[in-house]
């Protein structure tokens, strides 16, 4: 069964950093693009970063330079490193499979503030 | 980058149909047949129901479909069910090599 369990999210000061994760299971981190993709309360889906094959990564305009998508295929982890964090990245930030994010996972939640 | 265009809400009553756009440009949705649909009810992770512009993934109803024409992406859902009620998203890769969402569309089914 594909499963996708975000981590990581918390209170966090702006100007602040905070590592998410996402650990999957039933498919391999190094198989599929994989995605993070944010949800500001109340407000609609935006798309933050991509790593394709190859570790080829691509950014959102709105935090290129400050995040960094990376994984890890040892422990079959997706990563969100997030630097000089804004109050505007509060959000749930899920991360989800494939180019069309076929498996989403529950959400993680960073309040900048 | 803007966000797609979508409606900000439609309805429907039970056993209708009713049609979402969602509007582009030739460097997205008129570009690309990678239009993709997505589901989300309230305090949920969003759902995949349409991907590359009208496949619909394994297990998702016959009564979801989709189109494209142009710069705009369509998404339809006939026979309509009060589960049905939910936001949806279209989604579009780019020129860019990135994505963009559509800003949403809440369904009330009255």
């Known amino acids: 069964e594909v499963q996708l369990v975000e981590s990581g999210g918390a209170l966090v000061q702006p100007g602040g950093s905070l590592r998410l994760s996402c650990a999957v299971s039933g498919f391999t981190v190094s198989s599929h693009y994989l995605t993070w993709v944010r949800q500001a309360p109340g407000k609609g889906l935006e798309w933050v970063s991509t790593?394709?094959?190859?570790?080829?990564?691509n950014y959102a305009d709105s935090v290129r330079g400050r995040f960094t998508i990376s994984r890890d295929t040892s422990r079959n982890t997706l990563f969100l490193q997030m630097d000089s964090l804004r109050v505007d990245d509060t959000a749930v930030y899920y991360c989800?499979?494939?180019?069309?994010?076929?498996?989403w996972g529950q959400g993680t939640l960073v309040t900048v503030s | 980058q803007s966000a797609l265009t979508q409606p900000a809400s439609v309805s429907g009553s039970p056993g209708q149909s009713i049609t979402i756009s969602c509007t582009g440009t030739t460097s997205d949705v008129g570009g690309f047949n990678y239009v993709s649909w997505y589901q989300q009810h309230p305090g949920k992770a969003p759902k995949l129901i349409i991907y590359?512009?009208?496949v619909r993934p394994s297990g998702v109803s016959a009564r979801f479909s989709g189109s494209k024409s142009g710069n705009t992406a369509s998404l339809t859902i006939s026979a309509l069910q009060a589960d049905d009620e939910a936001d949806y998203y279209c989604?579009?890769?780019?020129?860019?090599?990135?994505?963009?969402f559509g800003g949403g569309t809440k369904l009330t089914v009255l």
């Open positions: 590359d512009v009208k």
């Open positions: 790593i394709y094959s190859g570790d080829v990564t």
């Open positions: 989800a499979r494939g180019a069309d994010f076929d498996y």
């Open positions: 989604n579009s890769f780019t020129r860019s090599n990135t994505l963009i």
